[in-house]
Structures are given as C-alpha cells and as structure tokens.
C-alpha cells in the first residue's frame, strides 16, 4: 500500500510562491512609491505569511509497506534554499511503535515511529503529516497498527 501527497505539496508550494511573489511585489510598489511605513508593514505581513508555513510543517510524505519493509520518505514542502530529502526504511518486524500526536484540534499531526533494534530500542525524528487528508492519516494509522498486530 503507497500513501503519498504530491499533488497536495505542489499545489501548496505553488501557493506559497505565487502569493509571496505578489508580496513581494506590492512591498517593492510601496517604497517605490514612498509609502514606506506601508512598505514595512508588508514585509510583516510577509514575515507572518513565511511563519505560518514553518508553524504548519507542511512536508512532503510517501509511504510504501510493500515486500515486508516500511518505507517513509519526507522532505519540508516550503523552504528556501536546499531540500533535504529524508527518508526512513526498515523491515516490519522491527517495528515496536508508532506514535501520533495530533494539536491544533487535529489540524496538525505527527507521527514518531519507534524500532527494536540489536542494542535496544530507537526512536526516528518526527514526521509532520499536516499535509496529509484526515483519509490517508486514517488509513496510514490503521496500517501502522496492522503491522503492529493490535
């Protein structure tokens, strides 16, 4: 079974570029026009725009639990600069736990997967599926669980 929310993630990025675009216009039309007090106030609205797409944690998710192994790749959707591509494969047998942690009324949600390992046990580093439907966070706890035998 694959999970994965490309499509959602292109569309937000192209949102986030085009409106920080036309920002960024309206802010360089301001002090073009002398109006700088305005001018600094769009960089604040701008400022506020950036950091609700760092508070939201929108990321890129593609999840494969094909020929025994769980796959889960991931990567922050808005950023500047580079792109670190994540990506997190073990087989199923390892898997002691899966942890969801929803905020925001359920809006946000993380996912911490926990493994048994040879020297104990590990935890990886939290996934935001914030870009995740409430469908695909539905079927990927369920499948999760599946594997976990509960």
Known sequence: MTISNKQKIAFLRRIFFLVSL???????????????LYGLAGIGVFALWFLYFQV?????????????KVLLRYYKAVRFGKVSFNSIEFPQSMLYSAHFDNSVFGRMSDL??????RRGIAEYPSVS??????????????????????
């Open 22 to 36: 036309i920002i960024a216009l309206i802010i360089l039309a301001l002090f073009l026009l002398d109006y700088t």
């Open 56 to 68: 939201a944690d929108y990321q890129f998710i593609e999840f494969d639990d094909a020929n025994g």
């Open 112 to 117: 911490t997967l926990v493994v048994k390992t």
């Open 129 to 150: 599926l914030t870009a995740l439907t409430k469908e695909q966070r539905r079927f990927l706890q369920e499948r999760l669980l599946q594997i976990l035998g509960v």
